[in-house]
């Protein structure tokens, strides 16, 4: 796995005059050379305006969208009798999609969502969480709702609820499942074709794709709900009083796409398939467990939610005694460690677990154990200089 670190050059970057240590990656990931790459022969040989023109960069634009939605299909594993993508974004606008679809429908969602899956919810109840932070499905038996809201990974405490166990419930329930994977499509083996969610959402960035590509798969009944955006390109037919709008994804993609980050989502895709999910996690796993076995050895560090590595995406939440997270963070960026402090758009999860803001170090495959063991040591100093 070491070798793909070269793949990145970001990693290669001096921070402060220190070697980039990058810790952010429930953030944001930093992207392989061949995502800039596909992103930049784009733009070199192949931009045009999609789904609108008809000489040769148009249509080549237009198949770059048209592999995009054929590729998210297959690495989700979903079928597209089934299924239809539609481009937006990022995973806020997704969410924000689906609630517009739904609109008028009762929602039970829950207290660890991201404020992207919270807000755009009006007529919603919320279910809670464990101390450890895990979601209390069970809970969901005890409400009444037409749409069932979550996130499959908390970005707060990596907690990931299993796809399968939320649609059981929801099928009970007789509940349309909206699910934001904006956490764990770069960690989690997705089967839609067994799970079956009725909407599923994620941004690229998150995936070593580019900023300003989200994605939502939706089941392709609901092709026939209002467009959010009203526009060029998602019409049949325009007069001076009507509007026909089309019955594809077009039909919410008004207006020109961002049909560069959709190849660079293309490749990003690629680059993760051909590296495999599987050994993704099991190196991401190493890193975390080597993680929270120094982080329990520290006194002053508590733990955001569980301690263990079990079902949970690779990232770890703390409090250090009385130093607030922004002053750990700016220490660690001085020594050129990349980490996210605060209360990570979600702040009902932070309340619900009864803690102030928190330092989050989150970990990709390409991280290294020795970057842990240096985030302890200046962890170490930092007690000491605000002790
Ligand atoms: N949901 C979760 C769980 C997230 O972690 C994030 C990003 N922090 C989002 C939604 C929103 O993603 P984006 O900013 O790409 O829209």
Redesign the pocket.
Known sequence: MNNYRNDFPLLSRKINGKGLIYFDN??TTPRPQQVIKAVTDHYQNHSGNPGRGTHTLSLESSRVLEEGRKKVLKFLHASPEEYVVIFTK???ESLNLAAHILNGKSVITTVSE?H??FLPWQNKQVIGVTEKGTINLSEIKTKEGEVLAV?HGS?VTGNITDLAAIVSIARERHLITVI?A??TIAHEEVNLTETSVDFFAF?A??LYGPEGV?VLVMKKHYLTAEPMILGGGAVDKVTTSTVLFKHNEERFEAGTPNTAGVAGLLAALEYVTSIGIKEIKKKETELLEHCLQKALTIPQLKIVGSVTSDKRTPLVSFTLGNIHPHDIADFLDSEGIAIRAGYH?AEPLHAALRTGPTVRVSFSFFNEKQEIDSLFTVLDICIQKFA
């Open positions: 429930a953030a990022n995973t806020t991201h992207s899956n996130t970005n934001d904006a956490q941004s960035h998150k989200g758009c």
